[in-house]
């Protein structure tokens, strides 16, 4: 083979090797980016909602038809109670609320804490059933308006009419619960303090029974007064 062609072969193949050399070291870095970002990254969860329409969400909000499944979904977890599944519902909220409040994390955090100690002492079950959805979009509010109905064990279930007002904020592409209170009046405030006063009389019967089987006593009917009559010498006939 001529000299100047070997001498050109060798060229092209060196103008080859620095080529791969370069894309092999671009790769290398891009990849070394990518996976410090991958970790450096916080991670954001988008919960999806049962879809039973056209729904939308992207970078400048979600739909109205999103607001109102998201909505639906936490209003049921957060009141289709039962002492089974409210520690697990408790955390299933708290993973999906907003960190902007801590006084609302701290309310949330209270509610379950109050219904876990109630729902188990009563045997108490709870569901919500929806009758409308009053959606602002524009503030990211719901306020709900159902029926609650309460089931006591075996003693028994009342039905009530309640309003549930939810907040949620938007951000980072996800909708989060920001706050959630129950709305109430004078006629709700004044149902509050009778049903509270019932609780607090089934709690004292309770610890009362409780006391009575741990110290062994015996309660009974004061005797008839005809049926404990002495003789002469003070022993009862």
Known sequence: MHKSVLLENVGIIKKQRNMFLVVSSALLLSNTLLAIKTLSASREVILV???????????????????????????????????????HKKDLILSFTSNSNKKSINHLVEYFDSCIKDYKRFNLT?????????????????????ILTSYYGKSGHELENEDYRLEFEYHGGVLRLKSFERMVDDEKRARDKTKSLKFEEAKDTTDIKANSSKAGTFISEPLNQEEYIEDDEGEPR
């Open 126 to 146: 709870t569901y919500f059933s929806v009758k409308n959805l009053e959606i602002d979009l524009n503030n990211l509010t719901v306020i709900a308006h159902g």
């Open 49 to 87: 909602p049962g879809i039973r329409s056209e729904m939308l969400i992207s970078s400048s909000g979600v739909s109205k038809s999103y607001l109102e499944e998201m909505s639906m979904m936490f209003l049921s977890n957060l009141l289709d109670l039962s002492p089974s599944d409210i520690e």
